[in-house]
Nanobody
Framework: QVQLVESGGGLVQAGGSLRLSCAAS????????MGWFRQAPGKEREFVAA????????YYVDSVKGRFTISRDNTKNTVFLQMNGLKPEDTAVYYC???????????????????????WGKGTLVTVSS
């Protein structure tokens, strides 16, 4: 069993930055590819970014490329999402998720297969004011 706890959300002005963290329990963190998703009010949950088990491969949705950076520290069982150049449309609850089945070569699966996620966090709210 893995528990995921997100933190780092808050209120920021457009153009600002936030760094989200997702801390995982257990000793098997490095066995999971990790992803960030978000859900804006009244909208479906959408994929944001993913990172392979080793951290060597990343994958992003087009709308955040060049602004967001996903990274991980396997010694601290934590995955991060650095968000720069925030826009009001980035406002959402941000969730992290873990997948034991997705390999580095297939990180794109995060973008279309919620069923491939083994664990989810409860989310952290990011609000970007204009």
């Amino acid at each position: 069993q893995v528990q995921l706890v997100e933190s780092g959300g808050g209120l920021v002005q457009a153009g600002g930055s936030l760094r989200l963290s997702c801390a995982a329990s257990g000793r098997t963190f490095s066995r999971y590819a990790m992803g960030w998703f978000r859900q804006a009010p009244g909208k479906e949950r959408e994929f944001v970014a993913a990172i392979s088990r080793s951290g060597g491969t990343t994958y992003y949705v087009d709308s955040v490329k060049g602004r967001f950076t996903i990274s991980r520290d396997n010694t601290k069982n934590t995955v991060f999402l650095q968000m720069n150049g925030l826009k009001p449309e980035d406002t959402a609850v941000y969730y992290c998720a873990a997948s034991s089945s997705i390999t580095a070569q297939r990180l794109g699966v995060f973008s279309y297969s919620v069923a491939a996620m083994d664990y989810w966090g409860k989310g952290t709210l990011v609000t970007v004011s204009s």
